[in-house]
């Protein structure tokens, strides 16, 4: 099992700026990927930005340029990041922690509870 606690979420104005942190615990090896999704309300979840262990990243065509995903690991923590930057109000969603696990039996997803980005004036 992985634990996955995020933070950073708020309240900010257009062209302003948020650091999302999601600090991942527990049975962390073998996290090969890790990345944020979003959904706003009335939309499907969507992939923002994904980063491998290798530190290959991949974002969504609407953040590249302003979105920078980055992590962090040590022998008990792993720790995903995503540094947003000149806001809109369309980046207004519930941002989600996930990271995948691949372990001989399967590849299993793990996701956080979810924190809040609104960007308006």
């Known amino acids: 099992q992985v634990q996955l606690v995020e933070s950073g979420g708020g309240l900010v104005q257009p062209g302003g700026s948020l650091r999302l942190s999601c600090a991942a615990s527990g049975n962390i090896f073998s996290i090969n990927v890790m990345g944020w999704y979003r959904q706003a309300p009335g939309k499907q979840r969507e992939l923002v930005a994904a980063i491998t262990s290798g530190g290959s990243t991949n974002y969504a065509d609407s953040v590249k340029g302003r979105f920078t995903i980055s992590f962090s690991r040590d022998n008990a923590k792993t720790a995903v990041y995503l540094q947003m930057n000149a806001l809109k109000p369309e980046d207004t969603a519930v941002y989600y922690c996930?990271?995948?696990?691949?372990?001989?039996?399967?590849?299993?997803?793990?996701w956080g509870q979810g924190t809040q980005v609104t960007v308006s004036s």
């Open positions: 996930n990271v995948r696990q691949t372990m001989a039996s399967g590849e299993y997803d793990y």
